[in-house]
């Protein structure tokens, strides 16, 4: 079975602000001092830092060749508008070209804007997709705009004219961030104003999950990835998660995404496939022709047409 990774993140501390570990390790040590556990905070925030040291993709490769995923998506973020990045973002977008080429035909890439820079950030983001031949464009909304703002046409158009996907996040995030556009339905508008752009609603099989099924079901250009769905929100019980989400007749609209680096937390990319593919709740009633399509066709499709 030919596996594909949707939602990945090189796991470094070059391309993710120092607030977002910070908010990061704020919640996690709240939520481990509530269950009666004594943890110190700058403990907690040196381990997540160390745990973000694959600058350049070695680890993730080890973890996909040992979960068997052929190819993933790398998404840059681009917190730029609410933090303050480690790097200009032509550098970060720089880096992952010298992954990719390091190990060619194991990614593809979604360079992340800040769609408030304007004019700056479209250029740097064509570039990237004219330079470095990246896939489709990441986006971040509660950074401070609404996946449907204006502000963001001018990249939709490019996309819809060169057939480039784009995935956004949906569903929560860190403290500093804007709590109020974390839901999928606010890329409405721009889904209905760009029907030749393929919107991906990342998380949705995690969060705002029923809004994002029925916006999936229902909008030809609407789809989900599984992202995260393997962390802290269904401890022990992800997989009946997921094969819910795979029930819902909406088998060509989800995709598989790990949320690497966030899954090193529950066990790594071969414990989640190996989760799913041995998992006789979810194999007995999910034929290995759906699977596949999960697994790998449905993002294939998006990025390389056809």
Not at 5 to 26: K, N
Not at 231 to 251: C, M, R
Request: net charge negative.
């Amino acid at each position: 079975m030919k596996i594909i990774d949707g939602h990945c993140h090189l796991a470094s501390t070059r391309y993710i602000p120092q607030q977002f570990f910070e908010d990061v390790a704020a919640n996690i040590t709240c939520k481990m001092i509530a269950y009666g556990e004594k943890v110190s905070y700058s403990k907690i925030l040196q381990m997540l830092l160390m745990q973000h040291n694959d600058h350049y993709g070695d680890r993730l490769i080890v973890e996909m060749d040992a979960a068997s995923i052929s190819r993933t998506v790398l998404l840059i973020p681009d917190f730029s508008s609410a933090m303050a990045m480690p790097l200009p973002q032509r550098e970060i977008y720089e880096a992952h070209f010298q992954v990719t080429q390091k190990y060619p035909g194991r990614f593809y890439v979604f360079p992340g804007v800040n769609p408030l820079r304007g004019q700056v950030a479209l250029d740097e983001f064509v570039e990237s997709i004219e330079n470095f031949g990246f896939h489709g464009l990441k986006l971040y909304p509660p950074c401070g705009y609404s996946p449907s703002d204006k502000c963001l046409y001018p990249f939709y158009d490019f996309c819809q004219e060169k057939s480039l996907p784009v995935l956004l996040h949906t569903g929560p995030t860190v403290q500093s961030l804007n709590l109020t556009l974390m839901p999928p339905s606010l890329i409405c508008a721009a889904a209905r104003d760009f029907p030749g752009v393929n919107f991906i609603l990342a998380h949705g099989a995690v969060a705002y999950v029923e809004e994002a099924v029925e916006l999936a079901r229902n909008w030809p250009n609407l789809y989900i990835d599984t992202g995260g769905i393997s962390g802290a929100i269904f401890p022990g019980k992800w997989q009946k998660q997921l094969l819910s989400v795979l029930l819902a007749d909406i088998e060509n609209k989800v995709i598989f995404g790990s949320d690497w680096p966030v899954t090193r937390m529950s066990g790594g990319l071969k414990n989640l496939v190996t989760g799913i593919t041995s998992n006789p709740a979810i194999t007995q009633q999910i034929t290995p022709t759906a699977l596949q399509v999960f697994f790998g066709e449905n993002i294939t499709r998006l990025i390389e047409g056809g």
